[in-house]
């Protein structure tokens, strides 16, 4: 599996996509334990990052990871923009000046994103986070390759692994964010956060195996 640049926009583009026919599902989530906002903002930052990769030619996989994070940053209002916008931001710099990627570059763009997020919001596995999807993720794409899975079949586990994650958050408690103010009546109900990460990587996942 080797991913050119020109590609890796079409990816993002297409998570963009997948975000906008989800935003309902994100924001109904996000009203029961949160503001209510979560897929609006999602919606609202990648499309702006769609605008904002329209022009680029693909030769640089850092730049398009870095132009991604700042327009997530830029244009969301809620925490998931600056966490996820520094996601992107933090991927970006290991792939920096970087045409085409692996699997091995895209295990460590995950890692960075993750340790990112985690830098930015403070928040560790079972605090019902966008961490409790991303991390068992990392985890299982890592395993998966050190035991000689390949691309397509590395990224299903991680999908499957976040996937797990997003039903763990129904049963925890929140105490990073909005729907820690709920305290224990934050149980029952799915993190949205969670369940954009995994939207993400399904896209991915999608993306890479067809
Ligand atoms: P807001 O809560 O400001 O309205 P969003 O609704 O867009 O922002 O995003 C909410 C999501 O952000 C939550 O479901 C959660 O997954 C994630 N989140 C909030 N705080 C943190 C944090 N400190 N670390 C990681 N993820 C967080
Ligand atoms: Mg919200
Ligand atoms: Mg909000």
Do not use: W
Not at 42 to 61: C, H, R
């Amino acid at each position: 599996m080797s991913v050119r640049g020109l590609r890796v926009i079409e990816i993002i583009n297409k998570i963009a996509d997948d975000i906008e026919k989800n935003k309902m599902y994100l924001t109904e989530l996000d009203a029961a334990i949160g503001d209510g906002d979560h897929g609006l903002n999602m919606s609202k930052g990648f499309l702006a990052v769609k605008e904002k990769l329209k022009d680029d030619d693909g030769n640089n996989i850092g730049d398009i990871l870095k132009k991604t994070g700042m327009a997530l940053v830029s244009n969301v209002g809620g925490a998931s923009g600056p966490l996820y916008g520094t996601a992107f931001m933090k991927a970006a710099m290991v792939v920096n000046g970087k045409k085409e990627i692996e699997i091995e570059d895209f295990k460590q763009v995950l890692e960075a994103a993750l340790e990112g997020i985690k830098i930015r919001g403070k928040a560790k596995l079972n605090e019902k986070t966008i961490i409790d999807a991303l991390e068992p993720a990392v985890e299982a794409l890592k395993n998966a390759l050190d035991n000689g899975s390949n691309a397509e079949e590395a990224l299903k586990k991680a999908v499957n692994a976040a996937e797990t994650g997003v039903e763990h958050t129904k049963d925890i408690i929140a105490t990073k964010g909005r729907a820690s103010y709920l305290g224990e009546r934050s149980i029952g109900h799915q993190d949205p956060g969670a369940a954009s990460c995994l939207l993400i990587l399904k896209t991915i996942y999608n993306e890479i195996s067809c």
